[in-house]
Each structure stands twice: as C-alpha cells, then as structure tokens.
C-alpha cells in the first residue's frame, strides 16, 4: 500500500493536528463568565471627592522605616 504523502511530511502534519486540536480544546475550556461589576469602581463610586484624592496620595517614609 502506498501512500500520496510522503513520509517525511507525516510528522508536520501531525504536529500541526495536535496544535489545532489543543488549541480547540483550550477555547472552548475559556467561556467568558458574565462580567462582574470592577471592585474599584464600587467603592470609588461611593467615596467623596477629598476621599478619593487622598486615595491618590503616597506618603513618602523616610528610609528604614519599614
């Protein structure tokens, strides 16, 4: 029995059949869930406005203090 594809192709071919077949299965295992709602933006949304400036606002601590 003889084949059309040569022997030195087999291995190419199978190499990229078992990357298209892992790649398929890592997408249909990667189902976005419903977005939640950002934690950040839920609790910004309720600061006042001086609350969230200090938030943006870094101490410098002199060295060693740690």
Do not use: D, I, N
Request: proline share 11%; net charge positive.
């Amino acid at each position: 029995m003889h084949s059309s594809t040569p022997r030195r192709t087999r291995p190419a071919v199978r190499t990229t059949l078992a990357a298209l077949l892992a790649t398929a299965l890592l997408a249909a295992g990667c189902r976005r869930a419903e977005p939640e709602p950002p934690w950040a933006e839920s609790v910004l949304s309720r600061l006042s406005l001086r609350a969230r400036v200090a938030q943006m606002v870094v101490p410098e601590l002199p060295a060693g203090s740690g």
